[in-house]
């Protein structure tokens, strides 16, 4: 169920009471508007102002039998409101209420979505420095690769999840647009003005143009940039599953006093949490792709969009804000083994310096193809043997024509690999 994600802040966004709260508070700035206009007495407006409410049980009632949400809630409203309710929706159509309110509930999505990525971005960015000098293998394939650092692969990170901020702030001001036009767009019952006024008073934009709805580019662009940010969370989350595996061990996500990792294996700890990012970011890659399906509608609209967008986009942002605070608690508490980094270097016997190999025989005039074959046909000989490929390269006799013992000592050294991780920082402002 996808109330277990819910954490309280993004709970209250997307609740059923604050639909209809933003609801009522747009239907009160239009009868605003309208009374500035003289088209309601002020009088009225007075009343509904000071009468205007809602009972969720009722408005359910109503939909029940009328089968229609924004009428159910207008008839409710109504019943408190009394006569002046007459001049509520007065030249509306359902989804000038409904889209509007969306948008202002997206935008506050997209405020604490925000704030969760700076959060992340600050926790990856303290550990990146932590372990700047924190020396792992790379790996490409799978299959080990070059020296890199720990801090390396956390700064990748948190320049991805800086991004993200920047992706998920112009998503906001993609969909922070109003919509007060009427049945088609072509305010056929009301003034303009109207439309002005209400996006005004709530900090959004008049659509340029607009048909019944709001165009759905403006929703699956913002899906989409959930998808982005939950891929990059996966992304993350899968390099911490695979440096946990126990032949690996490099990192671990932090066991808890009386946490349990199988209910047959006593021994068992396992990298939960980022399994569950993992796994969550499916759901919102394929909410993503339904919202790029909403965006053909028929003619200025039909309604195969409407059921879809209560679940998807409710539940992407839900699950977003979620999987940001999960995954930060990862970050913070991720405990790392500086020591099985080491091990796991030292695994292939030299191997992980067969580049520095090739191009010190490249300097030395040799054609990289005569280097690469000298130098492939020691490492062959160690992956095969499991003998230490420096030792082997001292003892070949076509290398050691064009390398002295210490430019081969030389080229095992890790400094020379990682010399310019000062600047990549620096470059990062880190």
Not at 254 to 278: C, D, L, W
Not at 382 to 392: D, N, Q, S, V
Not at 395 to 408: C, I, Y
């Amino acid at each position: 169920m996808i109330e277990r994600y819910i954490l309280p802040k993004m709970g209250r966004i997307w609740s059923e009471e604050n639909k209809f709260k933003t609801m009522l508070q747009i239907e009160i700035l239009v009868c605003e508007a309208l009374a500035r206009l003289g088209e309601i007495p002020r009088e009225a407006l007075a009343k509904i102002k000071e009468k205007a409410g809602f009972d969720l049980e009722r408005i359910r009632e109503i939909e029940a039998e009328t089968r229609h949400d924004v009428i159910a809630f207008l008839e409710a409203v109504g019943e408190r409101v009394g006569d002046e309710s007459r001049y509520i929706h007065l030249g509306l159509t359902s989804y000038d209420i409904v889209d509007t309110s969306l948008s202002l509930r997206m935008q506050e999505a997209a405020d604490l979505i925000l704030q969760d990525l700076k959060k992340l971005s600050q926790v990856l960015k303290r550990r990146a420095k932590e372990h700047k000098e924190t020396v792992m293998i790379g790996r490409s394939h799978g299959i080990h690769a070059e020296p890199i650092t720990l801090g390396l692969k956390f700064a990748l990170w948190w320049k991805e999840t800086e991004r993200n901020s920047e992706r998920i702030a112009q998503a906001r001001e993609a969909i922070s647009y109003g919509k007060i036009s009427g049945a088609v767009g072509t305010y056929a019952h009301l003034d303009p003005r109207v439309e002005e006024y209400v996006c005004k008073k709530l900090n959004l934009t008049p659509a340029p143009v607009s048909t019944q709805i709001l165009q759905r580019d403006r929703h699956a662009q913002y899906l989409c940039t959930l998808a982005l940010i939950a891929s990059s969370l996966d992304k993350f989350a899968l390099e911490i599953r695979n440096l946990q595996r126990t032949d690996i061990l490099e990192v671990e996500e932090y066991f808890t006093k009386g946490q349990k990792g199988s209910s047959a294996m006593p021994h068992k700890r396992n990298p939960i949490v980022s399994e569950r990012v993992s796994g969550l970011a499916r759901i919102i890659r394929g909410n993503a792709q339904v919202s790029m399906e909403n965006i053909a509608l028929w003619h200025e609209r039909d309604l195969t969009h409407s059921s879809v967008e209560r679940v998807i986009i409710p539940d992407s942002c839900i699950l977003v804000d979620y999987m940001l605070n999960k995954f930060t608690e990862v970050m913070e508490n991720l405990v790392v083994y500086p020591e099985n980094m080491k091990k796991n270097l030292e695994k292939t016997k030299g191997l992980i310096f067969s580049e520095t190999v090739l191009l010190e025989l490249a300097k030395k005039g040799l054609r990289r193809a005569d280097a690469y074959r000298i130098v492939q046909r020691n490492a062959m000989k160690a992956w095969e043997k499991g003998t230490a490929f420096k030792a082997l390269l001292l003892q070949d006799k076509e290398l050691r024509k064009h390398l002295r013992s210490s430019e081969v000592e030389n080229c095992f050294d890790l400094k020379h690999n990682l010399r310019n991780v000062d600047r990549i920082f620096k470059r990062l402002e880190i």
